[in-house]
C-alpha cells in the first residue's frame, strides 16, 4: 500500500508560480525506481496527464516550458513547480505512482496503481 500526500495548491493571479509537492510512504519500495505523475481534472473534463518523473521526465504539451518536475528520492517526495500560470491551469492536481516495469513512462491514468487525494489550484486573472 502507498500513500500519497499532496500540498502546495492555492488561489494565484495569472501570471504567477506555484509549488506543489506530493509526499510518497508506505510502499516498502525503492521510491527512486518508481513513475511519480501528476495529473489535473478541472470540472466537467476528463483527468488529464501534465508530467511524469523516473529517471527522466515528460510532459504534457500544454505545460512544456513552464512547468517542471523533479524528485527528492532520499524525502520521497516529488514537486511539481509551475510557472507562469494561466486560467486553464486551474484543476483539482493530483499526485500518482506507476510500479510496473514498462520502459516507457505511461500518461494514461487508469494505468497508476496509487493516487493522492488531490490539491485545488486555481488561477485568476
Known amino acids: 500500500q502507498v500513500q500519497l500526500v499532496e500540498s502546495g495548491g492555492g488561489l494565484v493571479q495569472a501570471g504567477g508560480s506555484l509549488r506543489l509537492s506530493c509526499a510518497a510512504s508506505?510502499?516498502?519500495?525503492?521510491?527512486?525506481?518508481?513513475?511519480m505523475g501528476w495529473f489535473r481534472q478541472a470540472p466537467g473534463k476528463e483527468r488529464e496527464f501534465v508530467a511524469g518523473i523516473r529517471w527522466s521526465t515528460v510532459y504534457a504539451d500544454s505545460v512544456k516550458g513552464r512547468f517542471t518536475i523533479s524528485r527528492d528520492n532520499a524525502k520521497n517526495t516529488v514537486f511539481l513547480q509551475m510557472n507562469s500560470l494561466t486560467p486553464e491551469d486551474t484543476a483539482v492536481y493530483y499526485c500518482?505512482?506507476?510500479?510496473?516495469?514498462?520502459?516507457?513512462?505511461?500518461?494514461?491514468?487508469?494505468?497508476?496503481?496509487?493516487w493522492g487525494q488531490g490539491t485545488q489550484v486555481t488561477v485568476f486573472l
Open positions: 508506505g510502499s516498502g519500495r525503492t521510491f527512486s525506481s518508481d513513475v
Open positions: 500518482a505512482t506507476y510500479l510496473g516495469r514498462q520502459s516507457l513512462l505511461p500518461t494514461a491514468p487508469g494505468e497508476y496503481d496509487y
